[in-house]
């Protein structure tokens, strides 16, 4: 979405070269592709790319939704495998009752300015995805302002929660720390990728490494120097955990 929106703004500033003409997109630019669908003068064009902004973001408010949900839905999954959901429970649930869920299955909480970043989404999403959203602008029911430099996110009392960014595979995301330059990754966002590492059994992970390692190349098991591969995705994907060699290989055998 930055990139389209970058593009548009580089576009609208190209089309000032051509501002002024009567001339069409396509007889001043007919080698772009695409370029033939917009019969449009250079300063039509650029009224609606100056506008980009605006509708790209309602754009991706829908789409920002639907990868949450579905990454909430891979953290249930997760947990189910842990034992600590019903098994179902990921296909079933949508998005407004996920992270009640994930509560209950953590013994954590969602910070109410963190759901309340959802909420302010909420109404936008409504419009393309109402059976998120049965009667509820805020996930439980509640409108709160949000504050923004609020970073409860996910926490269990008595304890501080790490802040962890995404990288890759579902369980990397969940797993790894976030870098010191990636910037602030904060809120509900943030809560859900720290949950299941707070919560899944560390034979889960090692098992998720494994599976991860696999996926590669599904003939390391094989492999005489899968320890020493395990390991080393295990360092650099999942580093936060800290699972040792003798995790690894007990993990390798189950397999």
């Given at each position: 979405m930055m990139a389209l929106l970058a593009g548009a703004q580089l576009a609208s500033h190209l089309l000032q070269l051509t501002e002024g003409s009567d001339r069409l997109l396509p007889e001043v630019y007919p080698r772009e592709p695409h370029v033939g669908r917009f019969n449009l003068t250079s300063?039509?064009?650029?009224?609606?790319?100056?506008?980009?902004?605006?509708?790209?973001?309602?754009?991706?408010?829908?789409y920002a939704l639907s990868i949450h949900e579905d990454y909430l839905k891979t953290c249930l999954a997760m947990l189910e495998r842990a034992g600590r959901c019903s098994?179902?429970?990921?296909?079933?649930?949508?998005?407004?009752?996920?992270?009640?869920?994930?509560?209950?299955?953590?013994?954590?909480?969602?910070?109410a300015d963190s759901l309340a970043?959802?909420?302010?989404?909420?109404?936008?999403?409504?419009?393309?995805?109402?059976?998120?959203?049965?009667?509820?602008?805020?996930?439980g029911g509640q409108d709160r302002r949000l504050d923004v430099d609020n970073r409860d996110g996910?926490?269990?009392?008595?304890?501080?929660?790490?802040?962890?960014?995404?990288?890759?595979?579902?369980?990397?995301?969940?797993?790894?720390?976030?870098?010191?330059?990636?910037?602030?990754?904060?809120?509900?966002?943030?809560?859900?990728?720290?949950?299941p590492a707070a919560s899944l059994?560390?034979?889960?992970?090692?098992?998720?490494?494994?599976?991860?390692l696999v996926d590669s190349d599904p003939h390391v098991l094989r492999a005489p120097d899968r320890l020493r591969r395990a390991r080393g995705l295990a360092r650099f994907h999942y580093q936060d955990l800290g699972l040792t060699s003798s995790e690894l290989a007990a993990a390798l055998a189950r397999r």
């Open positions: 300063e039509a064009a650029r009224v609606m790319l100056q506008a980009a902004d605006t509708h790209l973001g309602a754009m991706s408010v829908p098994m179902g429970t990921a296909d079933r649930l949508k998005l407004h009752a996920q992270h009640a869920e994930v509560e209950r299955a953590t013994a954590g909480r969602f910070g970043q959802l909420g302010h989404a909420a109404p936008d999403a409504e419009l393309h995805y109402p059976q998120w959203w049965p009667g509820k602008s805020v996930p996910l926490v269990t009392p008595g304890e501080a929660q790490p802040s962890w960014a995404p990288r890759g595979r579902p369980g990397r995301v969940c797993a790894r720390r976030a870098d010191p330059g990636a910037g602030r990754d904060q809120g509900v966002g943030s809560a859900s990728k720290s949950a059994p560390r034979e889960q992970w090692a098992d998720m490494v494994v599976d991860d």
